[in-house]
Every structure is written in C-alpha cells, then in structure tokens.
T-cell receptor, first 113, second 111 residues
Framework: GQQLNQSPQSMFIQEGEDVSMNCTSS?????WLWYKQDPGEGPVLLIA?????ELTSNGRLTAQFGITRKDSFLNISASIPSDVGIYFC?????????????FGQGTELSVKP | DARVTQTPRHKVTEMGQEVTMRCQPI?????VFWYRQTMMQGLELLAY????????DSGMPKDRFSAEMPDATLATLKIQPSEPRDSAVYFC?????????FGPGTRLTVL
C-alpha cells in the first residue's frame, strides 16, 4: 500500500533556529496537508497544498508541494518555544482507496529556550 | 470558531465493557472520519462516512467495533466488548473537500 516517509523523526533545536522537515511518498498525491499536534490535543491543520510546485506560507511556516508530486516540505523560521509539538504530513490522491488521507509518522520538535 | 467536539475526553473502563464515543462534526461538513492513535502505530484510519453513509470501515476490527452516523450532527464509535489492546486516543475528524479538521480526541484506557 501507499506509504509516507517523514523525516526527521525528532529534532532538538535552540530557540531562534530555523527548522525543516519533509515527507516523501511512494506514489503521486494531489493534496498535501501539514498538521501540528500539541500534547493531549488533536492535530491542527497548518497548511494545505493543492498544486505541484505550490509554495504557501502561514506566518513563520512555509510549505511546498514538490514538483514530482511525491514530496513536500515544511519550514519553520525563527522557532519559538510554542512551536514544540509533533508535526504530521498527510497526503491524498484520488486513486488511493477512495481519497483517504495517508499520514506520515510525525516529527517531534523540541525547542530549547 | 467552528470545531469538532468529542465526548468523553477520557474514559477508563474494564475489559469486556462496552464503550461508546461520540463526535459532533463541524456543521456543513459532509465527511466524517474516525482515527486511532497509538505510540506504536501512529494515526490509523478506522472508518469514514460521506453524507452519513459509511464509505470504508476496513481499518476497523469488525467483530467488536462499529461506527454509525444517526444524523448529520452525531457520529458514534462503539467497542463491544473492549480489550486492553484497544487503549488509545480516538480522534474524530470532519471535512469538506480536501481538508480534515480533528477533534480533541477521547483517551481510552481499558484495564
């Protein structure tokens, strides 16, 4: 079945540093979503991407839909302590089992003040 | 600010007991999903509905799990009988089109 590989699994960074994480897929997607999950809460949608090559920002967050349609990355600039959490990528195609989202394994981000 | 709501937020029960989790999707969303999250497996899709009709429940153990949408404002996930391996956080999500919005989850512990 389809798989999403998300890396890195975890990151420990200093406040103020930039962060980059990415997801790669074994097949083509037509939608990429990035979520953040805080402890004890559900994932919250950060950015949605719908077109190959699309670059979208949300404050200090920037995400891109890879031109091959098999990958996406998320950048966080000038990290702050509240960026701590688990970040998930999710992809969707019209061909995978009815258009369900496939989730990556998550990247756990820790920010040291 | 429309949100998906879930009840209860926490549930502790004993093996063999029935568990019912409820979800109120965002008004107007036509798709509802149930996920289970564990440390080992991550986020797993259990079932989903479109316009209240079940589309796929292949992720769900059929012998003990059941999911329904009695009306557009309520989705339920039932486990009967519950087992310790069902301990997890269960999320409901609703969406329209390409995106999904998650509820806060129900943390289930089966002793």
């Amino acid at each position: 079945g389809q798989q999403l590989n998300q890396s890195p699994q975890s990151m420990f960074i200093q406040e103020g540093e930039d962060v980059s994480m990415n997801c790669t897929s074994s097949s083509i997607f037509n939608t990429w979503l990035w979520y953040k999950q805080d402890p004890g809460e559900g994932p919250v949608l950060l950015i949605a991407l719908y077109k190959a090559g699309e670059l979208t920002s949300n404050g200090r967050l920037t995400a891109q839909f890879g031109i091959t349609r098999k990958d996406s990355f998320l950048n966080i600039s000038a990290s702050i302590p509240s960026d701590v959490g688990i970040y998930f990528c999710a992809g969707r195609s019209n061909y995978n089992q009815g258009g369900k989202l496939i989730f990556g394994q998550g990247t756990e981000l820790s920010v040291k003040p | 600010d429309a949100r998906v709501t879930q009840t209860p937020r926490h549930k502790v029960t004993e093996m063999g007991q029935e568990v019912t989790m409820r979800c109120q999707p965002i008004l107007g969303h036509n798709t509802v999903f149930w996920y289970r999250q564990t440390m080992m497996q991550g986020l797993e899709l259990l079932a989903y509905f479109r316009n209240r009709a079940p589309l796929d429940d292949s992720g769900m153990p059929k012998d003990r799990f059941s999911a329904e949408m009695p009306d557009a404002t309520l989705a339920t996930l039932k486990i009967q009988p519950s087992e310790p391996r069902d301990s997890a956080v269960y999320f409901c999500a609703s969406g329209e089109g390409h995106t999904q919005y998650f509820g806060p989850g129900t943390r289930l512990t089966v002793l």
